[in-house]
């Protein structure tokens, strides 16, 4: 899904619409929270982390305003945003970088104005200043996509896998790449293996080709990092006439890719329960804007180091989905329903599947 034309540079959004000159809330001024998401090639982030975020946010405090921006994947971009969302008056910043390290230039500005900063799905990197970081197991992704792959591969002796990683400048990619490591490492032949900036698919896509005309079309098994560098691979080994398709692995549980799984062009994914994380979020945010205390429990006293210092964190726990759980998982979570997944063309696999 593309939503890049679609979505404005930055967006205000207000609840309420006060009336004249009355504040809503008992003469306090409305608090302002900002959400600065990476990217718009990935579904995930205009499709599930907004609308959460928004909702949540609403239901607990209704006059509150929302600053939403989302940074088309362009470091730079992000850095504009982040400090219109200051000047605009934003009480706290809640960033999922583009790029990690780059970011602690924006934590510098809002910590300037003591602005509180929530590092969101991507760890923020080099920066004492930051306040929070709320995110999944990312080492437990790559861990799932490694174990699951080992699995489909079934023993196979000598097994020949291509890795096709996430964004460098991205601290997950890194997480998730050596969770398969410590999987796979020992266990099958890496033969070729790529890190794909911006998390593109084209790139994946080209990156597939590559190592298909390499290895001669012979390849047992992909270690995709997320579902649209898996779909780039499955488009390649599709072009290069690559039958029967070797395993591939994913993450996000995008429907596209749970389509693909039902169909068997993909092996599995990894669902990440976004509406926990993007509520936590909204409930962190809101408390921060507000100066009410953020209870013990939201991290239990959980600290992830991003080199500068230890952040308190919330990492919550990410399931491996293949055809065998869809229906236990997304469907029985609500990610998506029988009737988003089950149109004409995956009638049948859908019965089969248990999920009808
Ligand atoms: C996120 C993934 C996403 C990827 C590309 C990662 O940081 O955790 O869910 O697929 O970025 O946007």
Redesign the pocket.
Known sequence: MRFAKLVPTLVLVGFVVMACGGSGNGGTTPKKIALLL??S??A??ESKDRPFFTDKLKALCSDCQLIYSNAN?DAPTQQTQAEAALTNGANVLVL?PVDGAAAAAIVAKAKAKNVPVVSY??LILGTADLNYYL??D?AA?GALQGTALLTALNGKANASVVMIN??PA????KL?KQGAHSILDGKVQIKKEYDTPS?SPDTAQKEMAGALVALGNKVDGVLA?????GGGAIAAMKAAGVKPLPPVTG??AELAAIQRILAGDQYMTVY?A?KAEAEAAATLAYDLATGTAVPTSMTNGKTVNNGAKDIPSVLLTPVAVTKANIKDTVVADGFWTKADICTADFATACTAAGIS
Not at 170 to 173: E, H, I, L, R, W
Not at 225 to 229: F, Q
């Open positions: 990476p990217e090639k990935t995930r982030y994947q999922d799905d991507r995110s999944f990312n992704v996430g964004d991205d601290n997950n990619a998730f998390w990092a997320n579902d649209g560098t993450q996000d990440k976004i």
